[in-house]
């Protein structure tokens, strides 16, 4: 009912618009919503050069690769929500993948990093890879409330200490930087396997585990005195200091429950990808902002909710998986992508420009 009484307000505000002010509103709302538009000519165009882009199993296909993206793109939007970024989100992805593959490695696997190991217990890996990326975002956290640094130099720096630890991780007991790979069966299946069929198509377990972790979030956004705090202090942190809102303690909480998604990410990504090396995680930061600021979450602060997070993702999945489709060449890829994310910034600046 609220809903439909928005409408019916919006179209009597509408209305009530001279001619100059209509045309305005339509130019205004052409610009706001380019990347829509985009992305419908985008999804016609493939699915005329090649109908399989819209068969059941490439939905499918969208939707997993999606779900397998969305817990880094919730955690960095908490970051941007802040009116900061996370440049160390994918190094932290790649280091968390590697040491949950050596952890699961099967017991008879020739390359096993650590020889004799058992695989551990899925939960205790679980909480792990959390606690590697929570310490990372503690760290972002701190370095930006406690000193005042910016995000960009703060994560800049993590991300090159992330790195390098993973490089150090990767050469243990003689590894010698070879790809992690071999995991146990009941790793791969708790990530990797199925309970539902969609057309005759398996969804794998993961999507769930990408539903869960929006849910999730959606709760400590919306939900918590936490969520609210965040908001108050991407807005206003002056006001939002004023108010009562611990400034500093919100932040490094912010960027540590950055961290844990990048964990769960690298958990998933480890049995998605199956063999693991230095180069997992790299520039996943680069599609997670780009999904969040097509999502809507705005880098003036203070501005972003999960859904528009979760439908960044799948929009800019789409536009992957069809830029596959379309056989377009994989570095021209990279200019798509950066065009992306230039257009979507610029849109979302001038939004926050014309509310001002």
């Known amino acids: 009912m609220n809903a439909i009484k928005n409408m019916q307000l919006k179209y009597s505000n509408y209305k009530s618009l001279d001619a100059k002010d209509k045309r305005t509103f339509w130019k205004e709302t052409a610009i706001n919503n380019a990347m829509y538009v985009l992305l419908i000519i985008a999804i016609i165009y493939t699915f005329t050069q090649n109908h399989k882009f819209l068969s059941t199993n490439s939905i499918v296909n969208i939707i997993s690769l999606s779900a397998a993206n969305l817990p880094i793109a919730c955690g960095i939007a908490g970051c941007i929500v802040l009116t900061g970024t996370d440049l160390s989100a994918g190094r932290v992805v790649g280091l968390t993948a590697c040491i949950s593959a050596s952890l699961l490695q099967s017991l008879d696997y020739a390359s096993k990093m650590f020889p004799n190991m058992k695989p551990l217990p899925i939960p205790l890996v679980i909480l792990a890879v959390i606690a590697v990326g929570a310490i990372v975002g503690w760290v972002n956290g701190f370095f930006v409330a406690k000193f005042q640094l910016h995000p960009f130099i703060v994560t800049l720096a993590t991300q090159l200490i992330?790195?390098?630890?993973?490089?150090?991780?990767?050469?243990?007991?003689?590894?010698?930087?070879?790809?992690?790979?071999?995991?146990?069966?009941?790793?791969?299946?708790?990530?990797?396997?199925s309970i539902l069929k969609v057309g005759g198509v398996a969804i794998p377990n993961y999507v769930w585990m990408g539903l869960a972790v929006v849910v999730l979030m959606w709760f400590i956004w919306n939900k918590t005195t936490f969520g609210k705090n965040m908001f108050a202090v991407g807005s206003n942190p002056e006001a939002a200091n004023v108010s009562g809102v611990n400034v500093m303690r919100t932040t490094i909480l912010v960027h540590m429950l950055a961290g844990m998604m990048y964990g769960i990410t690298g958990f998933i990504e480890s049995a998605r990808i199956g063999s693991n090396t230095a180069a997992t995680g790299l520039n996943y930061e680069c599609d997670a902002i780009a999904a969040c600021v097509i999502g809507g979450v705005s880098f003036v602060g203070g501005t972003g909710k999960i859904s528009g997070v979760v439908m960044g993702v799948f929009l800019l999945r789409i536009i992957f998986v069809a830029l596959n489709f379309l056989s377009i060449n994989m570095n021209m890829q990279y200019v798509i992508k950066g065009l992306i994310i230039l257009v979507a910034c610029a849109i979302d600046m001038r939004k926050y420009l014309v509310r001002k």
């Open 162 to 193: 992330v790195y390098g630890i993973l490089l150090m991780y990767i050469m243990i007991n003689g590894n010698n930087g070879q790809p992690l790979s071999g995991l146990d069966d009941s790793f791969k299946q708790f990530v990797n396997g």
